[in-house]
């Protein structure tokens, strides 16, 4: 089972969207928190806002695909995220 992730930054108040092969977004968090990941590190730390599950990645990487896109921004910034 794979997962697609949204983290939100304390730091800069942005949103990163990133998929797993693994069903472990907890564990994704940590790594982007850790600083492991270049895209991420300079706006650590992160929070977890939400994650959904798909049976296969090719799946989960289109969701992905589509969250990172103008409409899917759009439905990023309408849903009421914890804003901590």
């Given at each position: 089972m794979s997962c697609v992730y949204i983290l939100k930054s304390y730091k800069t108040k942005k949103y990163y969207v990133g998929?797993?092969?693994e069903n472990d977004a907890k564990k994704r968090l940590?790594?982007?928190n850790s600083g492991k990941i270049k895209s991420t590190k300079y706006?650590?730390?992160w929070k977890l806002v939400n994650k959904e599950f798909f049976d296969s990645?090719?799946?989960a990487r289109?969701?992905?695909?589509?969250?990172k896109s103008g409409k899917g921004?759009?439905?990023?910034a309408?849903?009421?995220w914890p804003s901590g």
């Open positions: 998929s797993s092969r940590e790594a982007h706006g650590k730390p990645y090719t799946i289109k969701r992905e695909l589509f969250l921004r759009s439905i990023i309408m849903e009421a």
